[in-house]
């Protein structure tokens, strides 16, 4: 088994590399062989631009979806998104790691998202969700957060972790993946400068164990369930009697005013 870990944080030392790299090891000492795209140490670009594309389709006018088709067709996509295309088909499980910044991915991550997976390579309107190009593999998220567990329920302050979640693993789903239940560390910053050392210390380690101890079973992880093709209509909606797995994608409710 091959896992290929994104790292999206600009600091090698930080917590969510750290358990990159105690996952990393996991895995390894499970008998897995690993992969690490470091995103900020190998100097990944993540804006798209026309300067990706130096055989334009349309010289006068860049639009992203038809240069990244017209690249695909041709060969001729950057590199650095082959190389991150060909470390994913290899990989029975990608795991993204990152901070939740803004209640949002990091722009790092989004960007990967943005130009990795290219329209034409990685997906088109007939290869997506269980016809994707990485369908049969997993996909995870590995995410920190700043506060509590309590805060970030369907009622907390910090908004319902689950619906935070749900466009990138969406995303993820799309191009093929079947993605299992994140795995989230709560509470990363809280009391950093006020609590005991020790005691934070702790409550770190706590985590990583439960990270390392996590990955080497993740195919008896949860998967999350998403709608198959076969449930949306021809105009794009959900079928009646299909299945609603998210707030995201839902029937109203028709109140009776009489």
């Not at 369930?225 to 009697?241: A, Q």
């Amino acid at each position: 088994m091959h896992a290929h870990f994104v790292l999206a944080h600009p600091e090698p030392r930080s917590f969510n590399g750290h358990l990159v790299a105690s996952g990393a090891a996991a895995l390894e000492a499970a008998g897995w062989t690993v992969t690490v795209s470091d995103l900020h140490a190998m100097g990944f670009d993540p804006c798209e631009r026309p300067e990706h594309y130096p055989d334009r389709v349309d010289p006068a006018r860049f639009d992203v979806q038809a240069e990244q088709r017209h690249a695909s067709q041709a060969g001729t996509l950057p590199a650095a998104v082959l190389e991150e295309l060909a470390r994913m088909d290899r990989a029975d499980l990608l795991v993204l790691q990152y901070p939740m910044w803004w209640h949002l991915p990091p722009a790092m991550l989004k960007g990967w998202f943005d130009r990795v997976l290219a329209y034409g390579e990685a997906y088109t309107s007939s290869r997506r969700f269980e016809s994707g190009r990485f369908t049969a593999k997993r996909a995870m998220l590995s995410v920190t957060v700043g506060t509590s567990r309590a805060t970030y329920e369907h009622d907390g302050r910090s908004g319902d972790i689950d619906l935070m979640l749900w466009p990138v693993n969406f995303s993820l789903a799309y191009v093929g993946f079947d993605v299992v239940e994140p795995f989230v560390a709560y509470g990363v910053e809280a009391g950093l400068r006020y609590s005991d050392p020790a005691a934070v210390e702790a409550r770190l380690r706590g985590i990583v164990e439960e990270f390392r101890a996590m990955l080497p079973t993740v195919a008896e992880r949860r998967t999350i369930p998403f709608n198959r093709k076969s449930e949306w209509g021809e105009d794009g909606r959900i079928k009646p009697g299909a299945p609603v797995h998210s707030p995201f994608i839902r029937r109203r409710k028709v109140l009776d005013l009489e």
